[in-house]
């Protein structure tokens, strides 16, 4: 899918000639088009309420223009919205550098297993917490660390002293990581585990004839193979880094205050749907996506310097 | 579902379409905010007229509820003619219990749509996804018939002047009386219905039987050989919970801090107080301070459950009806709903504390909210005003009748079964009816539950005695703009705060500063328009 040939045939045919040949792909393209465009890019427009004083009763229409005022939180740092930006930044420093690693040592961790048997099981344990839904995960940890939940009802009847884990707000950032961690890292095995199997096994067998030991191989063999990989998917998380799980938090903000648990998304959930201050929602969510973007871009052309192919090429 | 920035959007758009395709309204001039208050002063609420066909066991009073021992042999059938116009007519609403079945399983559903001749389409939702549905259909510009629209709700008076009908020549003094039962809700309840000078809506009154105070689980007290406790003070008051506390084998007295009734021990108002035309909020009470040291006691105490910050309405209810808690703060309405969820056997049995001052002497307890909420009518219904009016008046038809009997407990025989003249509800009957009728429009609660005469005896009993000592909302019925638009964030973040207070993550010092800051960002505001409302409405 990216070993795409940097050096097509050129394109002698006509516009027409070139639709004409293409029809039964471009046929096929159609409806997956027309579900981006209408589902993606038609709401996009709605960003238009970013602009304005906008009442839901009256309407996009129907209600007034109000210039820049919606962005006067974030221009004049309104103290909620910097401090949802704020816990934003955290967990998105703590995703990177400890959610996205994860599965790349466990594919790796799992690529080592020499029963393939083994393997199979380990990976359908680890596949399924994926498949859970946020309030499923929250509630399981709810029922086994929460203050009434199995490990703190087995310190209680022993007389030990209870840990406050779910609804602590200094752990509250720490759990979060830890839950996706859990939940998702299994799942995101999968590529790299395809990127492994497509090094050439010869490389390693060159290798231990020179004497690399595990770890070289390691080192100069699997890590080169999987480098493209990696920059393509940290790009891509980079595009979302300031989406950090919106269910996941709504549904533990309450125990743990806003204070580290507000971030963008519940921000403009609280304020817009919640609160009535739709445009406001609006424009921090549009600043939001603008930020990604912008992140992707950078990124990308950062990969290209080096070298690397990225997530698309010019 | 997550609702992502996208999902948000998109619903605007959809605002948007309906925006062009429908008429576009004009946002309302800043001129007719400023006159709002006298506006409504100067509508003449419909006229109260008692329906007194049915006579109570426990007389009440203008506060204190009817009370009923038995339900009335030979409930009369007190309205004639159908409600509805043979057209199917919408509604959406939020459901305090299970989902109930859908119409095609449901024999009480499928019998209501005979009785009320219009089928009865009803798109609900559970009380805590409520108000993420009502925003989004409001965006959407998906509108039912008939509308649930919750008292926190922001905006409300741009809201049904832009989407409802105006019901003030249906319903303004005397012309309420061509709907009996509705004349029969006292005028107390209509005040909240006045928008924009005009009636936009019909009242799910609740007041006395919203008032919540310390509900307690009798039997797991008398388990304990604790019987009518009467704490005298709060230190009574927390020994009590400690003793039906005991964490080993995972029981904690409280289904969650006990802030309301501590403050209501402390004299602290409820939500505004209103003297000689100045108001002051709860928030800002000298004793605030106090209360919240109390309750970080009872925290660091280990009375509450632990869990208590985390969990949504539904554990709370859980734990209390599981024996887990003892105690917990809640309403009348709560009280009998405790009982329908019962899954404790014939020995569950509830009862109510009185609130004493937190030195001794007497509590303040709060009168409940006047209203459940507004019920208004889409203005592009296809229905006629009539119609629709015609079938609130019929789910307002009171304690007594053949029509609340039915209403209430469904199809004899399937959904209750006759006890004497007490229809008990069988499991069947109580998912079926919960369905939402109640948010139509609903009589006054009666003091009633079918075959526990000593149910009603305790409620009436503990409402005699509270009755003359409740403390009212001054600000109800009176309009401000700030309050419409700034009221549900700015109490979220002073709750947030509490929780992390009385948690011990916060100190209680940090109450103070968070007060400036509710004033400075829409509490002075508030209280300005509350008094210019006031003012205005004086003498009217």
Known sequence: MLQRSSKRPQQQLGLGRRLLRDRVLLLFALPGTALIIVFHYVPLLGNVIAFKDYQPFLGIAGSDWSGWENFSVIFNGDPAFLRALKNTLILTSLQSVFVFPAPILLALLLNSLFSERIKRIAQSILYLPHFMSWVIVVALFQQMLGGSGLLNNYLRSHDLSTINIIGNSELFQVLLTSQIIWKDTGWATILFLAALSQIDSQLYEAASVDGATRMRQLWHVTLPGLRGIIILLFILRLGDSLTVGFEQIILQQQAVGRDVSEVLDTYVYNNGVLGGAWGVAAAVGLVKGLVGVILVLTANKVAHIFGEQGVYQR | ?540
Request: with cysteine; hydrophobic share 40%; aromatic share 10%.
């Open chain 2, 1 to 540: 579902m997550p609702v992502s920035r996208r999902t948000l959007l998109g619903g605007g758009l959809a605002a948007a379409a309906v925006a062009v395709t429908g008429t576009p309204l004009l946002a309302g001039c800043a001129s007719d905010k400023k006159n709002a208050a006298a506006a409504n002063a100067a509508v003449k609420l419909p006229t109260y007229v008692k329906y007194g066909a049915v006579k109570p066991d426990l007389p009440g009073t203008d506060v204190v509820l009817d009370g009923f021992l038995k339900y009335p042999a030979n409930p009369v059938k007190a309205i004639a003619e159908a409600p509805g116009d043979g057209k199917p007519i919408t509604f959406m609403t939020n459901i305090p219990g299970a989902i109930p079945p859908s119409v095609d399983k449901n024999q009480f559903w499928q019998q209501l749509n005979q009785r009320l001749g219009s089928e009865l389409q009803i798109s609900m939702a559970s009380n805590d996804e409520y108000k993420d549905k009502f925003a989004t259909r409001i965006a959407g510009g998906d509108l039912p018939d008939i509308l649930n629209i919750p008292p926190d709700t922001p905006q409300i008076p741009g809201l049904v002047k832009a989407k409802c009908m105006d019901l003030t020549e249906h319903l303004s003094g005397d012309a309420v009386n061509k709907y009996p039962f509705l004349a029969n809700l006292p005028t107390e309840y209509w005040k909240g219905c006045v928008f924009n000078g005009a009636i936009y809506g019909v009242p799910v009154p609740r007041g006395m039987s919203r008032t919540s105070l310390a509900l307690y689980r009798e039997d797991l007290l008398a388990a304990k050989g604790i019987k009518d406790p009467a704490p005298k003070n709060f230190q009574e008051f927390f020994d009590l919970a400690k003793e039906m506390t005991s964490a080993k084998q995972n029981k904690w007295a409280w289904t969650r801090v006990p802030m309301s009734v501590i403050r209501m021990m402390l004299g602290i108002p409820n939500v505004w107080k209103e003297e000689g035309g100045k108001f002051t909020s709860m928030y800002e009470h000298e004793a605030q301070q106090e209360a919240l040291e109390a309750g970080r006691k009872m925290v660091a105490a280990g009375v509450v459950n632990p869990d208590a910050f985390n969990d949504k309405a539904s554990a709370r209810k859980q734990w209390f009806n599981g024996g887990i808690a003892a105690f917990d703060y809640d309403s009348f309405v709560a009280w009998n709903q405790y009982y329908s969820d019962n899954t404790a056997g014939p020995a569950f049995s509830v009862n109510m504390l009185d609130v004493p001052g937190f030195d001794g002497g007497e509590g303040k307890p709060w009168m409940g909210s006047a209203l459940n909420n507004v019920t208004a009518f889409n203005k592009d219904s296809k229905h006629s005003v009539e119609t629709l009016l015609k079938l609130a008046n019929w789910m307002a038809a009171p304690f007594g009748t053949e029509e609340y009997l039915f209403r209430k407990y469904g199809v004899a025989g399937r959904d209750y079964a006759l006890q004497g003249t007490d229809p008990v509800p069988t499991k069947a009957g109580v998912v079926e009816t919960g369905i939402g009728l109640q948010y139509i429009c609903d009589a006054q609660l009666s003091l009633y539950w079918a075959g526990k005469p000593d149910v009603p005896q305790k409620q009436h009993a503990i409402q005699e005695k509270i009755a003359k000592r409740l403390v009212y909302d001054a600000s109800y019925g009176l309009y401000s703009d700030t309050l419409s638009k700034k009221q549900t964030q700015l109490k979220k973040t002073m709750d947030d705060l509490e929780n992390q207070i009385v948690q011990g993550k916060k100190p209680v010092s940090d109450w103070a500063a968070a007060v400036q800051t509710w004033k400075s960002s829409g509490g002075d505001k508030m209280r300005a328009e509350l008094e210019q409302a006031l003012a205005d409405t004086a003498g009217k």
